[in-house]
């Protein structure tokens, strides 16, 4: 058996180390131009999303597959991305991610004109591919993102820079559904994804300008094994995180998915207790705040991303508004953030990071039940409330995640931190989307025959099931009396209120795993274990 090497990490960064010369927070500024581009992508998507299912006759699978499929190929690839930058630069890698991301997201407004083109695709299948296309280049501009604010950035300096960057992404977040609501009413649903090619464009002439480039001096070469049985790893989980609720979670098609992922995880792990040069070095997860805080943004984006996902729909769906309207709703909680990083900073320095994310995810847990307790005819105060109070709950767990995942590594292995942090967080989201989705499709089924009463005699088995379908949507079919839009709607209420509770039940869990985070040691310095 192969012994750790352990190699001596520079006492300081040096000029091929730091990402950003003189000044750091120019670093910060490029690289945040670059993230706000994927920040507004994901939020004008879920603002986008009726609108093209109506217009591309999307059911709601293919909806989620508009969100998984992405969130699919950034868990697939995001470590190795990480790794990827720590070889061969991560401003290079960075400007990949930034062009590439860009020009998919530019292909996807032209999904329709592709489909013409190209014989047996259909415009959301090249929908569906291209954003696989965009979570690729988006896995390699996140991490290396991360990296070069790790590398900019002294230690006790960390905390700062990540409430700021926080708040930064609630500005993006903010002018999101704005933006998106605003292009999705006047214009067309496939300008949301114009809108990141002059984003993309500025963000390149930033990094060229701004950002020097750093790479690691102690990697060599990539472990193509351990990429490969990582990423089969992944690919298994996600699919099947994505696809049981469809095949059921005890269908044997799930199990040999399940049973494929234990077993590429478990032969990744034995080979990277042995690879010279491993794609993620195991002594990684010595340090107990990393490993705590991957599991934290895992939990964490499960509770947000899962519930959110059906805002859009209930804004748009149950309550009729305009895009733009939506936007306006969803405003709160993202304008929210950009009060709540710099704070969440700053209490991270003061209270570590113990106390402080444990109590944003109590706060979090508020906010949740709050949204759980919603009405149909919910007004814009009633639903600003939970949504300011769940920004002052997610930025502490999200800065302060982010800041133990990426500031306890060595900047040798910045670049794998940052994939890990982002790697937790679509996860999470992708089993929220899923399991949350099960548990309101399910929720449905049990609860609109009730809502119908005698109607639901009149109708052929699979004529309710197309109402169970629309109910997902919270849109009724056009043509029907208003009492079954009526059942409909509250059947998706009663769904997305058992949603809400199932992420308020994890957020207190979660806390409590919080109170063991401790904050650990920023290695500068002293001996990094690379295999």
């Known amino acids: 058996m192969a012994h750790a090497k352990a190699v001596d990490a520079p006492s300081s960064p040096g000029p091929a180390e730091r990402g950003g010369g003189g000044n750091p927070w120019l670093v ?44 699919l190929a950034l868990a697939v690839f995001l470590i190795t991305a990480g790794k990827l930058g720590d070889l061969f630069g991560h401003k290079r890698v960075f400007l990949i991610g930034v062009a590439g991301f860009a020009i998919s997201s530019v292909g996807i ?9 190209i014989p047996g695709l259909s415009p959301v299948g090249a929908l569906i591919g291209l954003r696989v296309l965009q979570g690729l280049f988006g896995a390699l501009l996140q991490p290396a993102a991360l990296a070069l604010l790790r590398t900019a950035f002294p230690g006790e300096k960390l905390n700062q820079a990540m409430g700021a960057w926080g708040a930064i992404i609630g500005l993006s977040s903010a002018a999101g559904p704005i933006v998106g609501g605003l292009l999705v009413e006047k ?19 930033m990094g060229f300008l701004l950002i020097k480039d750093n790479r690691s001096q102690t990697f060599a070469r990539i472990d193509w094994l351990g990429v490969v049985l990582l990423s089969g790893a992944m690919f298994s989980l996600v699919w099947t995180i994505i696809k049981a609720p469809e095949w059921g979670w005890g269908d044997s098609t799930t199990l040999t998915f399940v049973a494929t992922f234990v077993v590429l995880i478990g032969a990744f792990i034995f080979w990277q207790s042995r690879a010279k040069q491993p794609l993620v070095p195991l002594s990684l997860f010595a340090n107990p ?137 679509q996860v999470g989201g992708a089993l929220g989307t899923a399991i949350l989705g099960a548990v309101m499709a399910g929720e449905i089924s049990d609860t609109l025959p009730g809502y119908l009463g005698p109607a639901a005699q009149a109708f052929a088995p699979a004529e309710l099931e197309g109402l169970e379908k629309a109910a997902a949507f919270g849109t009724a079919p056009p043509g029907l009396p208003e009492q079954i839009g009526d059942a409909i709607h509250l059947s998706f209420m009663d769904g997305m209120h058992l949603a809400f509770l199932v992420s308020t039940c994890i957020a207190v869990l979660t806390a409590v795993l919080a109170l063991f985070v401790k904050a650990g040691r920023k290695t500068e310095s002293g001996p990094v274990h690379v295999g």
């Not at 706000?36 to 909806?63: R, W, Y």
Request: negative net charge; charged residues 5%; aromatic residues 10%.
């Open 28 to 71: 910060l500024l490029a690289v945040s131009l670059g993230v706000i581009m994927v920040m507004l992508d994901g939020t004008v998507v879920g603002i986008a999303n009726p609108v093209i299912q109506v217009e591309l006759k999307a059911s709601l699978s293919d909806l989620q597959w508009v969100t998984s499929g992405y969130l």
């Open 109 to 117: 407004g032209f999904s329709a004109q592709l489909a013409d083109i």
């Open 187 to 205: 214009v067309s649903w496939q300008s949301v994804f114009f809108i990141n090619a002059p984003v993309g464009v500025v963000a390149l002439i």
């Open 289 to 425: 705040s990393i490993s705590i805080g991957t599991f934290l943004m895992m939990m964490v984006a499960f509770a947000m991303f899962g519930a959110m996902f059906f805002l859009g729909f209930f804004f748009q769906g149950v309550h009729g508004l305009t895009p733009l309207e939506a936007g306006l709703r969803m405003l709160p909680m993202s304008a929210g953030m950009i009060v709540a990083s710099p704070l969440a900073g700053m209490a991270l320095s003061r209270f570590g990071p113990r106390l402080t994310m444990a109590g944003g995810l109590l706060i979090t847990a508020v906010a949740m039940f709050l949204m759980s307790r919603l009405g149909i005819d919910a007004s814009f105060i009633e639903s600003a409330i939970p949504f300011v109070v769940l920004a002052f709950g997610l930025s502490p767990v999200f800065v302060g995640a982010t800041e133990i995942i990426v500031g306890n590594a060595p900047i040798q292995l910045s670049g794998v931190a940052g994939g890990l942090q982002q790697s937790a967080m």
